[in-house]
Nanobody, 127 residues
Framework: QVQLVESGGGLVQAGGSLRLSCAASGRTVSFSTMGWFRQAPGKERVFVAAINWNGGSTFYADSVKGRFTISRDNAENTMYLQMNSLKPEDTAVYYC????????????????????WGQGTQVTVSS
């Protein structure tokens, strides 16, 4: 069983940047698809970005393309989300996920995960 722990969230002004981390323990995530999702208040959790096992393939939601960058360091069992040019509508709880069955395209297309979730980290963007 893998444990995923997100960190790096916080309060930032519009136009600012944050870098989220997702650290895995208990099981290697080196051969898994990993992704970020977010849930705004009163809304459903939605897909943000996904990355394949070696970082060679990435997918993004249209709302974050060009502003967010997903990456991973398998040696550290960690995934990252660099968020630039943040907007108030990016305010949400951000969750990381790992999936050993689905690839990043399927994670993006279905918006679901068959593996594990983290507990989430709050990102608040003030206007």
């Amino acid at each position: 069983q893998v444990q995923l722990v997100e960190s790096g969230g916080g309060l930032v002004q519009a136009g600012g940047s944050l870098r989220l981390s997702c650290a895995a323990s208990g099981r290697t995530v080196s051969f898994s698809t990993m992704g970020w999702f977010r849930q705004a208040p009163g809304k459903e959790r939605v897909f943000v970005a996904a990355i394949n096992w070696n970082g060679g393939s990435t997918f993004y939601a249209d709302s974050v393309k060009g502003r967010f960058t997903i990456s991973r360091d398998n040696a550290e069992n960690t995934m990252y989300l660099q968020m630039n040019s943040l907007k108030p509508e990016d305010t949400a709880v951000y969750y990381c996920a790992a999936d050993w069955i689905r690839g990043p395209r399927e994670m993006a297309n279905t918006g679901t995960v068959t593996g594990s979730w983290g507990q989430g980290t709050q990102v608040t963007v003030s206007s």
